[in-house]
């Protein structure tokens, strides 16, 4: 999504952050000189940051160690859609990552963590329209951290707010590229895997050449325990990674045609098999797109397919295999983490659904949305944008944000959404170039889990059911026809026929690297949901959106007097932004440190002599 004023970056902003060169200022110094070139005040503070942060996770780990030694808890089950107890899977994720990545990242500033969050167990499936599992509500200090620093109501939904700029010159630099670095997938995939990404990289550069084409990618389900009981049979075959081969079985009482088998197929940029990793489809899907946000390029992932075809599972897994956002969420954090000597980065987070055609905040539930449209393109006017520090504080508002989510059990799915959901996440990175100005980049990330669609029952007439079927039907028939519009070459592209696709904008037709993925379900019984899903999904490949350029702005070293002023004003704000942040940790440190005394004093059983 546009920022307010860009303009071509040069050539020259390529070295990027690795070549500034940077002095620190003594912290009495902090707030009250102005010299020039300006440095940034708060070096001192984020120096005592990383050295708490690592105090306090030496003390954490300590403490976890302690803790093992007791017996270990029952393993947690869900029992109800297990895509809502994220917090716990991250936190383990996030130790197993940290386990590997410890040695090479001790020099590197460590995100704040949260305090787990415990969840209830034996939620109940509830059939109400709103989602009613009885989970942990999120710690109290992530609402408390978010008054201190927000929230910003007035954000809208695909703009991020910009700053009165100092700015007088301003940089835009051309589409997604081979710039874009492969950081991480290849090391979770399989060796037979690295050779396929090698190709999907293949599309991508292609992409790069010819502006953006949404890539689309097709995942299969496994088959059910029950659906294989019920004898039902697989009808699609992945075959080479890329090609999906549909069988359309002959229906066992119709004895004319029993042996007739007619078949289609398609091909996609990748098609994932009923075995593929969450992993691996988030890192053939999504990791360039998490990448290019630092850059300061836009990016959208959206799920789509018949209910219960596995689309909740992709963007939100489960707790033992977490989905695209949680994986995305992970990412984006360690590679602020990997960047904190760098620059500075600010992330926001927003989450709505979009439920009987309308729009609700997911972080704050309250009044409908209201969708207006301004030189930025669509706004959710209201809705609240949270600042995050930390991947456990996202996973809390996203856990926050899945329980006002709007689900209920339908006759495919027993968690079925019954909502589309978007998530969207802003990275504003603002670094300084050689010569001191400011470099700022806004990228933008979109997760999009859609609601799927289902046939009508005739015994759901007139019920709320059928009205919510009604509404996400005809969201998703608006979106086929601005797909068709857009594949066609139409000027007039239909967006404004449902709410979905008013937000869906500026992933489909603007400056944006879209993904798109099509789940499908195995069995033949939903033979003709899973052929409309691959009709659909092979539409999309046609779609180019527009060459997703770059939101970078750069602040030249203000030379007036009131910008100079201007600029000390939003470097006092970080300070104390900064040491907010400071507080928090010097507070969590000491939370610890007098859990791990509480726990060496308490004396254990057999400690005693039996007399
Ligand atoms: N790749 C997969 N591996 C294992 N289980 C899966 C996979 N995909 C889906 N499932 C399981 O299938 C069930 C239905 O999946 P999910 O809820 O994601 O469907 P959906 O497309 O989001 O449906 P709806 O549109 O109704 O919300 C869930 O129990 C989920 O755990």
Same mark, same amino acid.
């Given at each position: 999504m546009p920022v307010s004023t860009r303009s071509h970056i040069n050539s @020259? !902003? @390529?070295?990027?952050?690795? $070549?500034v060169q940077r002095t620190r200022p003594s912290s009495d110094q902090e707030e009250t000189h102005v010299s020039f070139p300006l440095r940034n005040p708060h070096h001192g503070l984020k120096e005592k940051m990383k050295a708490l942060t690592l105090l306090y996770e030496q003390q954490k780990k300590a403490s976890s160690t302690l803790r093992n030694l007791s017996p270990k808890p029952e393993e947690k089950r869900f029992s109800t859609h297990p895509s809502v107890d994220l917090l716990s899977s991250c936190k383990k994720n996030e130790r197993d990552f940290k386990e590997t990545k410890d040695s090479e990242q001790d020099n590197v500033m460590r995100e704040n963590t949260m305090p787990t969050v415990p969840t209830l167990p034996n939620a109940k499936l509830n059939s109400a329209v709103t989602r009613t599992f009885l989970l942990p509500q999120p710690p109290v200090d992530v609402a408390k951290e978010n008054l201190v620093m927000g929230p910003d109501r007035f954000i809208g939904f695909p703009s991020f707010p910009r700053k009165a700029?100092?700015?007088t010159t301003v940089a835009r630099k051309l589409s997604m590229?081979?710039?874009?670095?492969? %950081?991480?997938p290849r090391e979770f995939l399989g060796k037979e895997n690295v050779l396929e990404v090698e190709k999907l990289e293949s599309v991508s550069e292609k992409n790069e050449a010819s502006g953006s084409r949404i890539l689309v990618f097709v995942r299969l389900r496994p088959m059910f325990k029950k659906e294989r009981e019920a004898g039902l049979r697989c009808c699609v075959k992945i075959v080479n990674r890329k090609d999906v081969y549909l069988t359309e079985f002959p229906n066992d009482n119709d004895y004319l045609r029993l042996k007739r088998v007619r078949g289609r197929h398609f091909t996609f940029d990748a098609s994932f098999s009923d075995s593929t990793s969450q992993q691996e489809v988030y890192s053939t899907t999504t990791v360039e797109l998490v990448e290019a946000v630092f850059q300061g390029r836009n990016g959208s992932v959206f799920c789509y397919g018949? %209910?219960?075809?596995g689309k909740t599972y992709t963007m939100l897994g489960t707790v033992e295999n977490p989905g695209v956002m949680v994986l995305a969420i992970k990412d984006l954090f360690t590679k602020i983490r990997q960047r904190s000597c760098d620059g500075n980065h600010a992330v926001h987070l927003s989450y709505l659904e979009v439920y009987n055609e309308t729009v609700r905040d997911?972080?704050?539930?309250?009044r409908p949305l209201v969708l207006r449209e301004d030189k930025q393109g669509i706004i959710a006017a209201g809705l609240t944008q949270y600042r995050a520090y930390s991947t456990d504080e996202v996973m809390a508002l996203l856990q926050r944000g899945n329980q006002n989510r709007t689900t209920e059990p339908t006759r495919a799915n027993e968690t079925s959404s019954r909502s589309h959901a978007i998530l969207q996440v802003v990275v504003e990175y603002r670094v300084k170039d050689a010569s001191m100005n400011v470099v700022n980049r806004v990228g933008k990330l979109s997760l999009i889990d859609l609601a799927g669609s289902e046939r009508a029952l005739a $015994? !759901? @007439?007139? $019920?709320l059911r059928s009205l919510e079927g009604a509404n996400i039907n005809r969201s998703l028939l608006a979106l086929s026809s601005c797909i068709n519009a857009l594949v066609e070459g139409k000027k007039h592209i239909p967006y404004r026929n449902s709410k979905l696709t008013q937000l869906l904008k500026d992933s489909l037709g603007g400056a944006c690297n879209t993904v798109m993925i099509a789940n499908i379900s195995p069995s033949n019984l939903s033979f003709g949901e899973t052929q409309n899903t691959l009709h659909w999904a092979d539409r999309a490949k046609e779609i180019r959106t527009k060459a997703c350029e770059a939101n970078v702005e750069i602040q030249h070293l203000p030379e007036t007097e009131t910008d100079q002023a201007k600029l000390l004003l939003e470097l006092q704000k970080e300070n104390r932004e900064l040491r907010v942040q400071l507080a928090r940790q010097q507070q969590k440190l000491l939370t610890l440190q007098a859990q791990s005394l509480a726990a060496n004093a308490s004396p254990t059983p057999h400690q005693f002599p039996l007399s």
């Open positions: @020259q !902003d @390529q070295n990027g952050p690795n $070549t700029n100092v700015s590229g081979s710039s874009v670095p492969q %950081t991480e018949a %209910t219960g075809a997911l972080l704050s539930p309250g $015994t !759901d @007439q007139r $019920t």
